[in-house]
C-alpha cells in the first residue's frame, strides 16, 4: 500500500504543475505531424504528451511484471521438479 501511495504522489504532483503550467499558457502553437500541421492550444498539447507517457509507462510497468511473473512461475517449477528428483 505505502509502495503505491509513493508512486501515486509524484505523479499527482507531475500532473497537478502540468495543469497550472497549462493554465497560465492560453497561447497556441502550430504543431508540424508527418501528414497535417494543426494549431493547438499549450494546454492540450501539454495533456496529450503527458497521457501519452503515463500510458506508454503503464504498458512497459505490465510487460515488466509478466516478464517477472513468467520467470518466477519457471524457475518454481524448476524447483519443484528437482524436489521431486531428489
Keep these: 500500500m505505502l509502495k503505491k501511495l509513493l508512486i501515486l504522489?509524484?505523479?499527482l504532483i507531475i500532473f497537478l504543475?502540468?495543469?497550472?503550467?497549462?493554465?497560465?499558457?492560453?497561447?497556441?502553437?502550430?504543431?508540424?505531424?508527418?501528414?497535417?500541421?494543426?494549431?493547438m492550444?499549450?494546454?492540450?498539447?501539454?495533456?496529450?504528451?503527458?497521457?501519452?507517457?503515463?500510458?506508454?509507462?503503464?504498458?512497459l510497468l505490465c510487460l515488466s511484471s509478466l516478464s517477472w511473473r513468467y520467470r518466477y512461475n519457471r524457475l518454481v517449477k524448476r524447483l519443484n521438479k528437482l524436489d521431486k528428483e531428489s
Excluded: K, R, W, Y
Excluded at 504543475?17 to 508540424?32: D, E, K, R, S
Excluded at 492540450?44 to 504498458?59: H, M, N, P, T
Design 9 to 11: 504522489i509524484p505523479v
Design 17 to 39: 504543475l502540468a495543469m497550472a503550467f497549462g493554465a497560465q499558457n492560453p497561447q497556441t502553437v502550430v504543431v508540424n505531424l508527418l501528414v497535417l500541421q494543426t494549431e
Design 41 to 59: 492550444a499549450v494546454a492540450s498539447l501539454l495533456a496529450i504528451f503527458f497521457g501519452s507517457g503515463f500510458l506508454v509507462g503503464i504498458l
